[in-house]
């Protein structure tokens, strides 16, 4: 884990609010029901989330992580893109890679099974399991990998470098095969070749 989270803590959901608070959270929060809002579509803004996890609004930076917090809560992944939703508008953002960074990742042990979570930049902890899988994606160009946790609602958090070493470092070598995984929740995870 990275590593030591007080160690009197007993359950999954006590450890998840912890990372949360950590995380600049005032409290955990409960997420708005983006998926139920279908406002008319209000246009392009000029929002960008950019590879970084930085979110700018025609060129200029938001400063204010609070905002960031917020409109990460009312962010939705339609099939043709990304938008901010209301119940009475919804707006383009462009998103460069991913929408958020993961960036910690922690172990925990959980009904006998390593659970691994990964807190995002907006304060998202996230248990990695079937229902929020880990994926690898190498650039064909450079060879570089990038590998992802499924947030919600078809959004991911690219793992930012630290985190993804990291986990690396609790990766083991797949029998016969030239590849090394992680195990989360009882599943298994490929996280790419062995070096």
């Known amino acids: 884990m990275?590593?030591?989270?007080?160690?009197?803590?007993?359950?999954?959901a006590d450890l998840i609010s912890t990372l949360q608070v950590e995380a600049g959270l005032e409290k955990p929060r409960s997420l708005p029901p983006?998926?139920?809002w279908n406002p008319t579509h209000c246009g392009d803004i000029g929002l960008?989330?950019?590879?970084?996890?930085?979110?700018?609004q025609e060129g200029v930076r938001f400063s204010r992580e609070k905002l960031v917090q917020l409109f990460s809560t009312i962010l939705r992944r339609d099939a043709d893109g990304y938008y901010l939703v209301t119940p009475h508008e919804k707006v383009v953002v462009k998103v460069d890679d991913a929408p958020f960074v993961g960036v910690r990742v922690d172990r925990h042990e959980s009904d006998g099974h390593q659970v691994i979570l990964v807190t995002t930049n907006v304060g998202d902890v996230v248990a990695v399991d079937a229902a929020h899988p880990l994926r690898v994606v190498t650039n064909r160009q450079t060879g570089e990998p990038s590998t992802y946790v499924l947030v919600r609602g078809g959004l991911e958090a690219r793992l930012a470098r630290p985190p993804y070493y990291e986990l690396i470092g609790w990766a083991e070598p797949d029998a016969g095969k030239s590849t090394m995984s992680?195990?989360?929740a009882?599943?298994?995870?490929?996280?790419g070749e062995m070096a």
Do not use: C, T
């Open 2 to 12: 990275s590593n030591a989270i007080a160690p009197n803590i007993k359950s999954l």
């Open 34 to 36: 983006v998926n139920l």
């Open 48 to 56: 960008q989330i950019r590879r970084d996890g930085s979110w700018w």
């Open 182 to 184: 992680v195990v989360s």
């Open 186 to 191: 009882g599943v298994r995870f490929s996280v």
